[in-house]
């Protein structure tokens, strides 16, 4: 979710969001293959509105687990949040061509709220049109 659509955080939460960022770095640095906490580590950093750091997460999510559509729609998330559309629209045709569709919540999914502005969201609208998938 983007920032301002994020719900705020009260410091109680950003510390403990804190405390399991720090827990799942150092994890991750010794099992760097370890999928599950790289996922939620991804996640952390998003929620807190450490995009870019995000961004190298979900980087490495995609070279380990490169088939996984899931993982490349993150990616284009994340992409989408640091500014990079052109990446995200990429990421996000990668993500549909190994088998994502959640089509409505990619519509409306706050982190890609910058990218659905960008010329590139409607060539992507228009590949999934193309689908005959519904898509509101």
Not at 46 to 59: F, H, K, M, P, S
Not at 101 to 123: G, I, M, N, S, V
């Amino acid at each position: 979710m983007a920032n301002s659509e994020r719900k705020k955080l009260n410091r109680e939460e950003r510390r403990s969001l804190d405390i399991e960022i720090d827990f799942l770095a150092r994890l991750t640095r010794r099992a760097p293959d370890y999928v599950e906490a790289l996922e939620v580590l991804a996640h952390d950093y998003t929620l807190r509105g450490r995009y870019a750091d995000g961004l190298q997460v979900d980087e490495r999510l995609a070279n380990l687990r490169p088939e996984n559509p899931l993982v490349h729609y993150n990616l284009a998330c994340s992409y989408a949040l640091t500014d990079q559309p052109e990446l995200a629209f990429e990421s996000l045709n990668r993500a549909i061509d190994r088998g994502y569709r959640e089509f409505r919540w990619l519509a409306r999914d706050p982190d890609l709220a910058t990218f659905r502005k960008h010329p590139l969201y409607r060539k992507l609208r228009g590949r999934i049109r193309a689908m005959q998938v519904p898509v509101d």
